[in-house]
């Protein structure tokens, strides 16, 4: 028992040190920048400290911690930690407040990324511009790589975050967004919708729940690591989900304006599936402007914030213009 004891704390403390080396993130706030090169020498600095979590991993099979680093760590815009950590600085926090959080939430999104790819699922071969998961390691390993991302997700908040009541209360806003009311309800919706014929309030619900739902929890955890009131939290949540509306409204018209390779993965496979998106419901140029009154909604949501927050305005821009 003495010996077990021992060694549970050696792993902790093990642990502690991978997150402090993660949460060394300088962000950049450069004005002569723009968004798109903020998130980019945002994605580097971030994808080097993400290396880390999974680096303490003796005790874990090697095909399962090869799989869950294949994906996780293949690239990405990495929107959602930045969110988590913009949103806690925000709010008088630091880099180091949102570190357990901004990894969690990525993990999160991994672990979608790799389930979506599935066969049973979304059924992609190519994922930023690489083999799937399953496609590289086969469909058993790859579920289980994407269960354990998210599990993982709530360790580290669990783990790293020093006030277990904040703990307990932002282990249950990503359970919210992550759970059945929100990306993996999100997810069934999609599944079960599709061949049903196109419609707009069908594709806002699952937007709504498979996209928006994380990116409103990313937010939300970022003013809840930094110890803001509700009223803030909440501000920050609907900033988000606006954002994520906007975000995932475009990514419908990419799949059908698009390239393969501009997109790192096959496109017009949701036409082809009989799925529910904006540009099939209610047309290309409809959607364009359904996208710009999300992105909209999203800045006047940060009405109470000042000039700290322009690159997070600036975001909503960015994510209705992008190529890919």
């Not at 999160?108 to 071969?125: C, G, K, N």
Request: hydrophobic fraction near 45%; aromatic fraction near 6%.
């Amino acid at each position: 028992m003495i010996s077990c004891a021992i060694g549970c704390v050696v792993a902790r403390q093990s642990a502690l040190t991978v997150m402090d080396r993660f949460a060394k993130v300088s962000t950049y706030y450069v004005n002569d920048c723009t968004v798109e090169d903020v998130l980019k020498r945002w994605a580097v600095q971030f994808d080097g400290r993400f290396a880390a979590v999974f680096e303490d991993a003796a005790d874990v099979p090697a095909a399962l911690v090869e799989a869950m680093r294949y994906t996780a760590l293949a690239g990405g815009k990495r929107l959602r930690p930045y969110l988590v950590t913009r949103c806690c600085v925000l709010c008088g926090g630091s880099d180091e407040d949102a570190a357990p959080a901004a990894a969690a939430v990525e993990c999160v999104h991994t672990f979608s990324l790799v389930h979506d790819d599935l066969p049973a699922m979304d059924d992609d071969d190519f994922r930023r511009g690489l083999p799937a998961a399953h496609k590289q390691f086969g469909e058993a390993t790859a579920i289980l790589a994407g269960d354990a991302l998210l599990t993982l997700a709530f360790e580290l908040i669990a783990e790293h975050t020093p006030d277990p009541a904040r703990s307990a209360v932002m282990v249950l806003e990503l359970a919210r967004g992550t759970g059945w009311r929100g990306m993996i309800g999100g997810q069934a919706v999609d599944i079960l919708g599709e061949g049903q014929g196109p419609s707009r309030e069908t594709a806002h619900s699952i937007h709504d729940r498979k996209t928006a739902a994380l990116f409103e929890t990313s937010c939300k955890l970022g003013g809840l690591a930094a110890g803001a009131g509700q009223s803030v939290v909440e501000t920050l949540g609907r900033y988000g989900r606006r954002l994520g509306h906007a975000f995932q409204i475009a990514d419908d018209l990419l799949d059908v304006t698009a390239t393969a390779e501009q997109m790192g993965k096959r496109v017009g496979k949701d036409s082809g599936a009989g799925k529910h998106t904006y540009p099939a419901a209610v047309g290309i140029d409809a959607s364009r402007k359904a996208a710009q009154e999300s992105a909209d909604a999203a800045v006047a949501s940060l009405a109470d914030f000042g000039p700290e927050a322009d690159d997070l305005r600036a975001l909503a821009g960015f994510v209705i213009q992008r190529q890919h």
